[in-house]
Nanobody, 122 residues
Framework: VQLQACGGGLVQPGGSLRLSCAAS????????MGWFRQAPGKEREFVAA????????FGSDSVKGRFTISRDNAKNTVYLQMNSLNPEDTAVYYC????????????????WGQGTLVTVSS
């Protein structure tokens, strides 16, 4: 599976962004999809994941209620809608895929996109 993430950029605090991750190469609907992020000097952390049927899981209370993960199996794309962004959300965001159920560990994912940078700053 090849993953291509896009949609990052510079946004002011309180703003919104929608990240997209397009998959190719395998049957997309067979895979659970995850979003991770890595801030400068920090480890990569789990943000959210979604099963092939659309059941979502979030990594921390800090993103619950602000971020939404969704997928369109017909378009082989997973999305991360991010609202009410704050500077602590600044990071490179990665999408990832794995067969089977969702997991929060980075090591559980077999395929990774190249990352897209989100910068939240005034």
């Amino acid at each position: 599976v090849q993953l291509q993430a896009c949609g990052g950029g510079l946004v002011q605090p309180g703003g919104s962004l929608r990240l997209s991750c397009a998959a190719s190469g395998r049957t997309f609907s067979n895979y659970a999809m995850g979003w991770f992020r890595q801030a400068p000097g920090k480890e990569r952390e789990f943000v959210a994941a979604i099963t092939w049927t659309g059941v979502s899981t979030f990594g921390s209370d800090s993103v619950k209620g602000r971020f939404t993960i969704s997928r369109d199996n017909a378009k082989n794309t997973v999305y991360l809608q991010m609202n009410s962004l704050n500077p602590e959300d600044t990071a490179v965001y990665y999408c990832a895929a794995r067969s089977g159920v969702v997991r929060s560990r980075t090591t559980a994912y077999d395929y990774w996109g190249q990352g897209t940078l989100v910068t939240v700053s005034s």
